[in-house]
């Protein structure tokens, strides 16, 4: 079974802070990697995307991927309330994309 | 452009009824997935289309579960007969020329089954 495993939070940071969240894979052929973000009834809106070891920002947002160690993770910088959502790892390999079940971040003012 | 375009909204039927779900993906995107999302079991992807033709249905549920693509801009999911458990989010989504490319999601259906 391939698994996408995160922490389900909730994660709670004050404003202005970095929040880190994690993410970890068992399948070792995954090739690419995505950062959804969902707010409360809403749908799924993509963040970030990662296909090479290292790190890959835009703007506030850093994503980390290292394959050996088999995680991806997501650094919010100057975290703001509207950060406050629910993060999705999802993780592709040969036609089969999983998601993991979401880390909710609250972000505190 | 307009996003993924999602109808109904939310559909509240009784158990045993047909349920039609439908799609209208961004214009030019050759992937189409639709995904079903409820608190047990998180997101999961139940089938994907390229260029309209299903490439994998393995995260079809059951026979009661159908999905087709008509043209490049219509999708539709249907369930029959409907069962309390199929109560979920189902959410259409497309992507432009590959399976690893971003994908948009449309607002979903919140489907309730009584």
């Known amino acids: 079974q391939k698994e996408v495993e995160q922490n389900s939070g909730p994660l709670s940071v004050p404003e202005g802070a970095i929040a880190s969240l994690n993410c970890t894979y068992s399948?070792?052929?995954?090739?690419?990697f995505f950062w959804y973000r969902q707010y409360s009834g809403k749908s799924p809106e993509l963040i970030m995307f990662i296909y090479s070891n290292g790190d890959k920002e835009d703007g506030r947002f850093t994503a980390q991927l290292n394959k050996a160690s088999q995680y991806v993770s997501l650094l919010i910088r100057d975290s703001q309330p509207s950060d406050s959502a629910t993060y999705l790892c999802?993780?592709?390999?040969?036609?089969?994309?999983?998601f993991g079940a979401g880390t909710r971040l609250t972000v505190k003012p | 452009d307009a996003g993924v375009i999602q109808s109904p909204r939310h559909e509240v039927t009784e158990m045993g009824q047909e349920v039609t779900l439908r799609c209208k993906p961004i214009s030019g995107h050759d992937y189409l997935f639709w995904y079903r999302q409820t608190m047990m079991r998180g997101l999961e992807l139940l089938i994907y289309?390229?260029?309209?033709?299903?490439?994998?249905d393995s995260g079809m549920p059951e026979d009661r579960f159908s999905a087709k693509m008509p043209n490049a801009s219509f999708s539709t999911l249907k369930i029959q007969p409907s069962e309390p458990r199929d109560s979920a989010v189902y959410f259409c989504?497309?992507?432009?020329?590959?399976?690893?490319?971003?994908?948009?999601f449309g607002d979903g259906t919140r489907l309730s089954i009584l």
């Open positions: 289309f390229n260029n309209n033709v299903p490439i994998d």
């Open positions: 989504a497309s992507s432009l020329t590959a399976f690893d490319q971003p994908q948009h």
């Open positions: 399948d070792r052929g995954s090739q690419s």
């Open positions: 999802a993780v592709y390999n040969n036609n089969d994309m999983r």
